[in-house]
């Protein structure tokens, strides 16, 4: 800048601070002006000159900035407004240099710049914005360009060509010329400043090559700088492109399509490229010129070829080989071959070993040897893991557990393929499906279950259950068992197990008074587990049933003795009496039988009710029946017996006007009847003495009970007083001597005669027994 450029500049700052604050509109709305920013002539367009802040009062628009140059012709853009992100009413405004703009600091060394700023709804504010002008720096060329030798690159004779070798960097860059001085050089300058290998390459040549480059460079305001740049080529030594045979022969098969590989050649060197010299015409095939691959161009028929094919250095085309390739096309067998067996089914058992050979291939081909076949095995995934392929031999590859979840869940079987292929083009090849079926092996001895103890009351009813042998087997199926007791169900051992579930049952009667537990032997026998059903394997299990005593309680009956009366009907059987008992508090089913008194069948029990059958009674008949009351089939011991004395009236015979039936119940303390039958056979003196020994004795027993039933006359029980007996005395000798039906229907005096054996019996409600006479 002159001296008159800096005293201006100085008078406008002056000017500016002298400037009275009041003349200011909205001063706060450009606060980075004025300013003064220095911008070298060397700047290039799109270069940002300066970036000023725009305040706003409110946010209500972007504000409108113009700039205005007091030169003509000012070298910048139009304001660009952008808004600033951290404050809501403030604006970025940036100044630019516009493109094809050249600055000069001789012609012109500062811009005076007006911008006006408006705010919507605010008064317009004008600032100015000083750009001083610089002149460029020098131009100058780096060292060891610009020294006298100039600088050196060493580079090999078979470097590619036009391979960049040297780059001019002078200081600073942009809008530079660069000129090459001497045109004695194969080497080429760019417009950039690069220095290229000729287009070419350099010249194989076994001596060391020098090229020396002499380049000047000059930026737009005409200064410049110059330099010399030294180019050796090195001597290469790579080798030379040959092939290894001259010659060779390749045969394809007929029917080889488009574009598939024929053969493949290969030349040693470096960047080595190849092509078909001929023929030209007909062009049955193409090389790769990178690869060395040939392919076909056309569906080939049978027939001959001759190709001369190059190989050469891309680098140095003058490098190069040829050799001959003879390609003959010759007719092809489509048959596949041919396999014994064409189906292979094996059956194994499951314990067969890891590489044991299931089935050999015997296959053969046309136009190549056995030995020239490829096997392979295809299949599910669960089939080709589980064997392999050793040449034409299928093997196992690992075992084959029959007992497993996944052969089961194959069904122990498995399905493949061997697929047998023969060389060539087309590939032939020949399919053979393969089953293997795995049959199971009894492999496993069933297992005891522990603690196999069990505890049953002794009171358990027929068919009860014990418990469960719950044995197991690790052979397929699992836990396939057959239950047997060694010795079987017998009065030492009342129980039986059922052959499938194992479940012990109660089969007779229980006492603990006599055994307070048995041990069972269980024999656990598998089954199903093998291809030969007589192989099985069975172990013996100690079972303990321990027994639980229940107290003894007979069932109860009220009452224990009754007295009907009923009319004969005509038709079927009618109802007598309902027997009311109950069962101990185990809550044990009662079973009633009659044991005495029918011995003509003219009486029926069903459960607890009693039924007489009608049988064309002629006259009235008393009966006397014994009915006995079990608690249950297991306890036979735990039992009492009811008397019912029924009098029986035909139907001709007059009866009272009710036809409801009379029941007559004795009303006693508990009677206990006790029946007794003699099972030894005395000699007959001792069946007299005894017999008289007894009338004595019932004689006094007869008095003696009298005695004690008229001592308790007073204590309000019914007793069978001596006038019952009389009448009951009385009717008896009037039946037996065929007196009136009424005198028969007279009160039950007590005594009653077993039909079956002939005895006598008298029945005593004081005493509660039943005595025979």
């Known amino acids: 800048m002159g001296m008159h450029g800096r005293l201006t500049f100085l008078l406008l700052l002056l000017l500016l601070s002298l400037r009275a604050p009041g003349t200011f509109v909205r001063a706060a709305a450009l606060p980075d002006l004025p300013r003064v920013v220095v911008l070298s002539e060397d700047a290039v367009p799109g270069t940002c000159v300066a970036k ?98 100039g600088d050196v690159v060493q580079v090999l004779a078979d470097v590619a060509p036009r391979t960049p070798l040297y780059a001019v960097l002078p200081q600073p860059l942009g809008g530079l010329t660069f000129r090459l001085r001497n045109h004695d050089t194969p080497l080429t300058l760019t417009r950039r400043g690069l220095v290229l290998v000729p287009a070419g390459g350099f010249d194989p040549s076994n001596d060391t090559q020098i090229f020396r480059l002499e380049i000047e460079v000059m930026d737009r305001h005409g200064h410049n700088c110059s330099g010399a740049v030294r180019v050796e080529v090195l001597p ?13 022969a390749v045969t394809v098969p007929e029917g080889t399509g488009p574009l598939e590989v024929v053969t493949r050649v290969h030349a040693s060197g470096d960047n080595v490229h190849y092509a078909i010299l001929a023929p030209v015409a007909p062009r049955l095939f193409t090389i790769n010129e990178v690869t060395g691959e040939i392919r076909s161009t056309r569906r080939l028929e049978v027939g001959h070829a001759l190709l001369l094919v190059r190989a050469y250095n891309a680098l140095h085309p003058a490098d190069h080989a040829t050799a001959t390739l003879n390609v003959t096309v010759q007719g092809t067998d489509r048959r596949a071959p041919s396999c014994v067996p064409a189906i292979s089914v094996s059956q194994v058992p499951e314990t067969v070993f890891p590489g044991s050979t299931l089935v050999t291939l015997r296959c053969t081909d046309s136009t190549s040897t056995e030995g020239g076949l490829h096997y392979a095995l295809e299949g599910p995934p669960a089939s080709h893991s589980r064997f392999r392929m050793e040449g034409p031999r299928l093997q196992v590859n690992t075992t084959l557990d029959y007992d497993s979840e996944a052969v089961a869940a194959v069904g122990f079987q498995f399905t493949a393929t061997i697929v047998v292929s023969a060389g060539g083009e087309p590939p032939r090849s020949t399919r053979v499906p393969v089953l293997v079926m795995v049959t199971p092996v009894n492999e496993f001895t069933p297992v005891c279950p522990n603690g196999a103890i069990f505890t049953v009351p002794e009171t358990a009813a027929f068919g009860s259950t014990v418990g469960r042998v719950a044995g197991t087997d690790r052979d397929y199926p699992p836990d396939s068992l057959e239950y047997s007791l060694e010795g079987g169900p017998s009065p030492a051992q009342p129980f039986s197990i059922d052959t499938r579930t194992g479940e012990i049952r109660v089969v007779g009667p229980l006492d603990s008074e006599q055994h ?68 101990s508090p185990n809550g044990a089913m009662l079973s009633y039988t009659i044991t005495g008194g029918n011995e003509d069948g003219r009486f029926q029990l069903e459960g607890n009710t009693l039924f007489y059958l009608p049988n064309d009674l002629a006259e009235p008949r008393t009966f006397v029946l014994l009915v006995e009351v079990r608690g249950g089939p297991s306890a036979p011991r735990r039992s009492t017996t009811v008397a019912l004395v029924v009098h029986v009236t035909p139907r001709s015979t ?120």
């Open 654 to 773: 007059p009866v009272p006007p009710s036809t409801t039936t009379l029941r007559t119940t004795l009303r006693k303390e508990p009677l206990v009847v006790v029946r007794t039958e003699a099972v030894w056979h005395p000699p007959a003196w001792f069946v007299a003495v005894l017999t008289v020994s007894g009338a004595l004795l019932l004689a006094a027993l007869g008095c003696m009970t009298r005695t004690l039933l008229c001592s308790n006359r007073d204590s309000g029980k019914l007793l069978l007083d001596k006038s019952s007996w009389d009448v009951a005395e009385q009717s008896g000798s009037e039946e037996e001597q065929g007196h009136s039906h009424a005198s028969s229907l007279e009160q039950f005096d007590g005594r009653a005669q077993d039909p079956r054996t002939g005895r006598d019996y008298l029945f005593n409600s004081v005493t509660g027994a039943r005595r025979w006479i």
């Open 516 to 583: 307070k537990s048995y041990r069972l032997t269980v024999r656990l026998t598998d089954i199903h587990n093998d291809l030969d059903p007589a192989k099985r394997r069975s172990r013996l299990c100690e079972v303990t049933v321990h027994l639980q005593a229940v107290p003894d309680q007979v069932p109860v009956c009220t009452p224990e003795v009754q007295e009907l009366r009923i009319t004969a009907r005509s038709g079927g059987r009618q109802s007598v009496t309902r027997l009311a008992c109950q069962s």
């Open 52 to 149: 000023l802040t725009v305040s706003c009062s409110n946010v209500s628009g972007s504000p409108n900035v113009t700039l205005h140059g007091i030169e003509p012709g000012h070298p910048f853009n139009p304001i660009a407004i952008s808004a600033d992100p951290t404050a809501p009413a403030t604006f970025q405004a940036e100044v630019t240099l516009r493109a094809g703009a050249e600055l000069d600091a001789r012609r012109v060394n500062q811009y005076n710049l007006i911008l006006r700023a408006a705010c919507p709804g605010e008064d317009e504010v004008e600032e100015r914005l000083f750009v001083q002008v610089t002149a460029e720096q020098a131009l100058r060329c780096d060292t060891p360009f610009a020294t006298a030798g």
């Open 236 to 248: 290469s030594h790579r080798p030379r492109v040959t092939f290894p045979e001259p010659q060779w």
